[in-house]
């Protein structure tokens, strides 16, 4: 199966600044990874598909990039209702695996 | 607007068994690829199963196949969980959650808001 991590698995960023997370896949996936946005207590939020496309009332402030096995998530004005967890999830093929998330925090 | 409704979660022991439900509204429930995802607590998400819109296409995570079985009726609007087996590293917030296509190859685009399920004796 194929394995998806990612880095960092935790970051602080500034009010404002610029944030950027890895997932990386064991074997190419092509562009079949989304982003999801999981705020404390709450279910998560789909915030990209297709590695880049950005889902239907998602900021502009977040966008995706990658395809293969490298993929980037970048927020490039980090704002304080960013604050959350974020996974990547391939689903190219099952079993359809989430990254272990990264939680992102303000400086 | 698209609801998702889990239900079934509860103190079970190990080795007994659990089925949940998932009552989904507001879109073509049979047009649709369904999960289950999980999420121990303090954890993270975990991908458990899935099924295609017509039932024809099912599959698991390794951690619960031949424990698990997923299963919709299309009629009652309903995705299902039945849960065999169960052990302690089976506690976790189950979701319900809806694919963007009919047959996978997209991603989750809406969540329950999840039943939790606790094995414990």
């Known amino acids: 199966d194929i394995q998806m991590t990612q880095s960092p698995s935790s970051l602080s960023a500034f009010v404002g600044g610029r944030v950027t997370i890895t997932c990386r896949a064991s074997?190419?996936?092509?562009?079949?990874l989304a982003w999801y946005q999981q705020k404390p207590g709450k279910v998560p939020k789909l915030l990209i598909y297709?590695?880049?496309t950005l889902q239907s009332g998602v900021p502009s402030r977040f966008s995706g990039s990658g395809s293969g096995t490298d993929f980037t998530l970048t927020i490039s004005s980090l704002q304080p209702e960013d604050v959350a967890t974020y996974y990547c999830?391939?689903?190219?093929?099952?079993?359809?695996?989430f990254g272990p998330g990264t939680k992102v925090d303000i400086k | 607007e698209v609801q998702l409704v889990e239900s079934g979660g509860g103190l079970v022991q190990p080795g007994r068994s659990l089925r949940l439900s998932c009552a989904a509204s507001?879109?073509?429930?049979?047009?649709?690829?369904m999960h289950w995802v999980r999420q121990a607590p303090g954890k993270g998400l975990e991908w458990v199963s899935g099924?295609?819109?017509?039932?024809?296409?099912?599959h698991y995570a390794d951690s619960v196949k031949g424990r698990f079985t997923i299963s919709r009726d299309n009629a009652k609007t309903s995705l299902y969980l039945q849960m065999n087996s169960l052990r302690a590293e089976d506690t976790a917030f189950y979701y319900c959650?809806?694919?963007?296509?009919?047959?996978?190859?997209?991603?989750?685009?809406?969540w329950g808001q999840g039943t939790l399920v606790t094995v414990s004796s």
């Open positions: 959650a809806k694919d963007t296509g009919y047959d996978f190859r997209t991603a989750i685009d809406y």
């Open positions: 507001g879109f073509t429930f049979d047009d649709y690829a």
């Open positions: 099924i295609s819109w017509n039932s024809g296409s099912i």
């Open positions: 074997q190419d996936i092509s562009t079949s």
């Open positions: 297709g590695a880049s």
């Open positions: 999830q391939k689903y190219n093929s099952a079993p359809f695996t």
